[in-house]
């Protein structure tokens, strides 16, 4: 085993070391892995997956882009899935953060040495990943065998905003802060962690065309403007409609409320010192940076107009024909 891990290894870094790299906003270098931009650590996460990861149809993944809503969604998939296991209070969304309810494929998969077996976890099993559609293996995503995705997306303005203030904080210390300017340049050009942006909503956003049933794609300004409407939306994909019954009892709303931005905000375990997320054996992130402002439209606060409208442009002409408005 130890041989195969070294062989693994150094077949790593024989590919990054092939691949364009570039700046990435933690002030880290990011490669350009079949289209999209990602660290070597998740290079590791995208082959460990192809080799190892055995997909069950009842699975269900949370994707997104960064910063596009997958912590408030992780409380919202967690909470109607499991809702009749639970009450509401004694509930592990009371007791965890939104990020240790459900693992996030792309580095939990080498959490465990030398990689996770998630055989264990009860059907159907909840993950999350950052990944691009096109860089995940077919047997999780064609038609006839795949998982089912929930795809979360969001303006592309308030994503940057969102990623450049968790960025800055997830930087080693003794590497210089990206300036905002900087990271607007870099994901202009596609180059932020996981981007291009627009090529990772598109590629969710065709395959959700083509196959509704396996991938529902839900937008956080929808959310945030009828969170219960999306919710129904959410249950009655996840094959866990509300019964008229729960309807009469207000569960709908109770989920809502309690994945609420000021619900989970305030909540001992996620304001500081509670806990944080192990994201690979260096990175581990504390709860409270995963949440901000959780607002619409905060992206006025940085942006000139002639960034906006920069931006705006690239959005109209990247998703022309597609039927996306974002
Ligand atoms: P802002 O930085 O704009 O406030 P992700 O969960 O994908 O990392 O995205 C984080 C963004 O979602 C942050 O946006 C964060 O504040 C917001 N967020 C976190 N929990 C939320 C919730 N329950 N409802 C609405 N927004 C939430």
């Known amino acids: 085993q130890e041989e195969e891990q070294e062989a693994f290894n150094q077949n790593l870094e024989t590919i990054v070391a092939t691949l364009p790299k570039n700046k990435g906003w933690r002030g880290l270098h990011i490669y350009n892995y079949k289209g999209f931009w990602v660290s070597p650590e998740v290079i590791k996460g995208i082959l460990l997956i192809s080799d190892h990861f055995r997909p069950q149809p009842t699975d269900i993944f949370l994707a997104a882009f960064m910063k596009c809503g997958t912590t408030w969604l992780k409380a919202l998939m967690f909470a109607t899935v499991n809702r009749h296991r639970y009450t509401s209070s004694d509930h592990p969304i009371l007791r965890s953060g939104p990020h240790s309810l459900f693992p996030f494929l792309d580095t939990h998969i080498f959490l465990d040495y030398p990689v996770t077996n998630f055989d264990h976890l009860p059907a159907p099993r909840l993950f999350a990943t950052h990944i691009a559609h096109s860089l995940l293996p077919v047997a999780m995503t064609s038609p ?183």
């Open 144 to 326: 006839e065998t795949a998982c089912r995705f929930v795809y979360v997306c969001r303006d592309p303005k308030d994503a940057i905003v969102s990623k450049w203030h968790f960025m800055r904080k997830l930087r080693s210390k003794e590497l210089p802060p990206v300036s905002f300017d900087e990271a607007f340049e870099l994901f202009c050009n596609g180059v932020s962690e996981y981007g291009p942006f627009w090529e990772h909503v598109l590629g969710y956003w065709k395959a959700s065309q083509e196959s509704p049933e396996k991938v529902l794609f839900l937008k956080y300004e929808d959310m945030k403007r009828d969170p219960a409407a999306e919710v129904r939306k959410l249950a009655a994909f996840m094959g866990r409609g509300f019964t008229a019954e729960e309807e009469r009892g207000g569960v709908v709303d109770e989920i809502v409320k309690m994945c609420s931005f000021e619900s989970l905000s305030n909540l001992e375990v996620n304001k500081g010192g509670g806990g944080g997320q192990k994201f690979t054996a260096k990175v581990v992130v504390e709860n409270r940076e995963f949440f901000r402002k959780g607002k619409v439209g905060d992206w006025e606060n940085y942006l000139t107009e002639e960034m906006k409208d920069r931006i705006d442009a690239i959005t109209g002409e990247k998703l022309k024909d597609s039927g996306l408005v974002l």
